[in-house]
């Protein structure tokens, strides 16, 4: 079992910058990767990106690359997501989520609001 906890969201203005944390614990030996999801009011969730828990190798959606970056710190268990340049339109429920292969999504934290304001 991996357990994910999500913090850092909050309200921004248009242009602002925030950083999200995902504390991971648990059985984290055998992650293969950790991503990051939104998923905003009447829409579908949306993959961000990932990074390989192994060697920090980073992807990231379109909508997202060049804005948003995905960093790990081993040695404290936790994901970052570094967005910057936010929008109203990146408003949504941020998720973080933990995968033993590239097939599917194991786990999932319980999300953290991000509000962009113009």
């Known amino acids: 079992q991996v357990q994910l906890v999500e913090s850092g969201g909050g309200l921004v203005q248009d242009g602002g910058s925030l950083r999200l944390s995902c504390a991971v614990s648990g059985r984290t030996f055998s992650l293969y990767r950790m991503g990051w999801f939104r998923q905003a009011p009447g829409k579908e969730r949306e993959f961000l990106g990932f990074?390989?828990?192994?060697?920090?190798?980073?992807n990231y959606a379109d909508s997202v690359k060049g804005r948003f970056t995905i960093s790990r710190d081993n040695a404290k268990n936790t994901v970052y997501v570094q967005m910057n340049s936010l929008k109203p339109d990146d408003s949504a429920v941020y998720y973080c989520?933990?995968?033993?292969?590239?097939?599917?999504?194991?786990?999932w934290g319980q999300g953290t609001q991000v509000t962009v304001s113009s």
């Open positions: 989520a933990a995968a033993y292969s590239l097939q599917t999504w194991n786990y």
């Open positions: 990074i390989r828990w192994s060697d920090g190798n980073t």
